[in-house]
């Protein structure tokens, strides 16, 4: 059942559908996360920002971690026939799909967020698309997807409420962020050395050592702004603007960083923990 599903989107395959899957797996994707996360967290709410980015990263951690512990391959690393394409973006294994669970957990919460119409659907047709994309590009068998899909949405339905409720206490809030923080970054520090110890596996950890770092970055950066700045997410439409173009610009030029520094496991924690 899973060749035959994974048979047909190779049978349709074509240079314009490539072309298109490719742009609509950037659904799935950090970036766009990260852009959208930072708006709320700078210019719309606080309060749904953190929650949105909570519900995300816990469950992405979750999913990292099943995918080092299954060690699932992937359609084209197995079967000779599926041509995997934008292979980029198909880091460690194959179960669950990342891009399906990051991409059901966001678009999920922003419905939970707005409760319109409108948005529940652009939304459901945003995971759905990023799920097929991934079984075209030859990535994920469907299993994989329709695991994301469950753990992105199961998920957050469970997380999304509490988040949402830790926030309301401040002196709660800068305690959990801060503890958590801590702890995010410590277990991906030792994550680090146990994968250049050849203890922890390179292929199933590394992406769990990104996800802890963007965790506890973001967390404890969250922690000390409350307990410190207490900033506002009004103003004026310029101000908003202004406010987010220097934040992105902080973000692309850490991001810019990554392309000059060494390719190694230390930079790569100190690079995500500077993106949260």
Do not use: C
Not at 19 to 27: A, S
Not at 88 to 98: E, I, K
Not at 161 to 178: C, E
Not at 196 to 203: A, M
Request: aromatic share 14%; proline share 3%.
């Amino acid at each position: 059942m899973q060749l035959s599903i994974m048979e047909f989107f190779q049978s349709i395959a074509s240079p314009f559908l490539d072309t298109l899957m490719n742009l609509l797996t950037m659904l799935g994707e950090e970036t766009i996360f990260i852009i959208v996360v930072a708006y709320f967290i700078w210019n719309y709410s606080k309060k749904k920002g953190f929650a949105i980015f909570s519900a995300l990263a816990f469950v992405d951690i979750a999913m990292g971690v099943i995918k080092a512990l299954v060690k699932a391959p992937r359609p084209f690393q197995v079967i000779e026939e599926i041509k995997g394409k934008r292979v980029q973006t198909a880091t460690g294994y194959s179960f669950p799909s990342g891009h399906t669970t990051g991409a059901a957990s966001f678009y999920y919460s922003l419905s939970y967020t707005f409760k319109k119409r409108i948005i529940s659907i652009l939304s459901a047709l945003a995971i759905a698309l990023v799920a097929i994309s991934r079984m075209y590009l030859g990535v994920h068998w469907p299993l994989d997807v329709f695991a994301g899909l469950a753990l992105g949405i199961g998920g957050t339905a469970l997380l999304y409420p509490i988040f949402d409720k830790i926030y309301d206490n401040k002196a709660t809030l800068i305690s959990f962020t801060m503890i958590v923080g801590v702890i995010s970054s410590l277990l991906a520090f030792i994550l680090v050395f146990t994968i250049e110890g050849g203890i922890s596996d390179p292929i199933g950890y590394t992406d769990v050592v990104k996800l802890l770092s963007l965790l506890g970055g973001g967390y404890i950066g969250f922690s000390l702004a409350e307990k410190s700045l207490d900033y506002k997410t009004d103003g004026t439409i310029v101000k908003k603007i202004g406010r987010f173009i220097i934040g992105l610009i902080i973000l692309i030029a850490i991001q810019g960083l990554k392309a000059v520094l060494p390719d190694h496991m230390i930079v790569g924690f100190i690079h995500y923990f500077a993106i949260g």
